[in-house]
């Protein structure tokens, strides 16, 4: 795939999750109302199943994604001590849910089909279920 000049290139492994974000305030002081926030990024793949292990700085919090042949991605961690978001990088899938119950788009969950990022909020321990997933790979 070919990248413009100025855009750098992103080298990701299928199955990949990768924890990003501010959760340290350290240098932060001047920014008002700050937060803490957390951005786990999944990148599903058929048959693949990945785990990471977060330290949320007293505990080791396992995250995982397991996709199967079916489509059928499952994002589940424990609580990882700063809320955030949950980014799904995927070509499309048909149905989302979150610890039992369904999502509804643009209200409850966010789809960029341009980023093909889909984007779920979450406080706290999580059970993300995402159906028909077509990963990027």
Same mark, same amino acid.
């Given at each position: 795939?070919?990248?413009?000049?100025?855009? +750098?290139? @992103?080298?990701?492994? !299928?199955?990949? +999750?990768?924890?990003?974000?501010?959760?340290?305030?350290?240098?932060?002081?001047?920014?008002?109302?700050? $937060?803490?926030? %957390?951005?786990? /990024? =999944?990148?599903?793949?058929?048959?693949?199943? !990945? $785990?990471?292990?977060?330290?949320? #700085?007293?505990?080791?919090? $396992? @995250?995982? %994604? +397991?996709?199967?042949?079916?489509?059928?991605? #499952? +994002?589940?961690?424990?609580?990882?001590? #700063? &809320?955030?978001?949950? /980014?799904?990088? =995927?070509? /499309?899938?048909?149905?989302?849910?979150?610890?039992?119950? &369904? %999502?509804?788009?643009?209200?409850?969950?966010?789809?960029?089909? !341009?980023?093909?990022? @889909?984007?779920? &909020?979450? $406080?706290?321990?999580?059970?993300?279920?995402?159906?028909?997933?077509?990963? %990027?790979?």
């Amino acid at each position: 795939m070919a990248a413009a000049k100025d855009i +750098i290139p @992103l080298f990701v492994k !299928e199955g990949a +999750i990768i924890p990003r974000g501010d959760v340290l305030k350290a240098n932060n002081n001047w920014t008002p109302k700050w $937060s803490a926030k %957390l951005r786990i /990024e =999944c990148f599903p793949s058929r048959g693949v199943t !990945e $785990s990471f292990a977060y330290f949320d #700085h007293t505990k080791v919090v $396992s @995250l995982k %994604l +397991i996709t199967n042949h079916n489509g059928i991605t #499952h +994002i589940q961690f424990d609580d990882p001590g #700063h &809320p955030g978001v949950v /980014e799904v990088f =995927c070509k /499309e899938f048909t149905s989302v849910m979150k610890n039992g119950k &369904p %999502l509804r788009m643009g209200r409850d969950v966010k789809w960029d089909k !341009e980023k093909s990022r @889909l984007t779920i &909020p979450y $406080s706290g321990a999580t059970n993300i279920t995402v159906k028909g997933v077509a990963g %990027l790979f």
